[in-house]
């Protein structure tokens, strides 16, 4: 079992940043893949970021451009994400999600993990 604890978000005006956390208890974090994936009301959840096991390989959704990072401290069971330049589109709710994996391998389909947090409210102001 993984425990996730997503922490960070919160209200921040357009062309602001966040930093969201997500703490991690429970089984080995550091064999884990992490991802987050975001929500908004009245649609799909979505992919945002994921990130190996060792750290080494990240990958974003398009519609990130460079605005966020991705990253994780395995000393401190922890995963990050990084947003800057927030617009109102990127409103939503975070989630950070876990996965097991014995392979240097990262996930970008939420289906494919198996531990997810409560997640964290990220509201941008126009």
């Known amino acids: 079992q993984v425990q996730l604890v997503e922490s960070g978000g919160g209200l921040v005006q357009a062309g602001g940043s966040l930093t969201l956390s997500c703490a991690a208890s429970?089984?080995?974090?550091?064999?884990?893949?992490m991802g987050w994936f975001r929500q908004a009301p009245g649609k799909e959840r979505e992919f945002v970021a994921a990130?190996?096991?060792?750290?080494?390989?990240?990958q974003y959704a398009n519609f990130v451009k460079g605005r966020f990072t991705i990253s994780r401290e395995n000393a401190k069971n922890t995963v990050y994400l990084q947003m800057s330049s927030l617009n109102p589109e990127d409103t939503a709710t975070y989630y950070c999600?876990?996965?097991?994996?014995?392979?240097?391998?990262?996930?970008?389909?939420?289906?494919?993990?198996?531990?997810w947090g409560q997640g964290t409210q990220v509201t941008v102001s126009s």
């Open positions: 429970g089984r080995t974090f550091s064999s884990c893949a």
């Open positions: 990130i190996t096991s060792s750290g080494a390989t990240t």
């Open positions: 999600a876990a996965r097991p994996t014995p392979v240097r391998a990262l996930y970008t389909i939420g289906s494919q993990y198996n531990y």
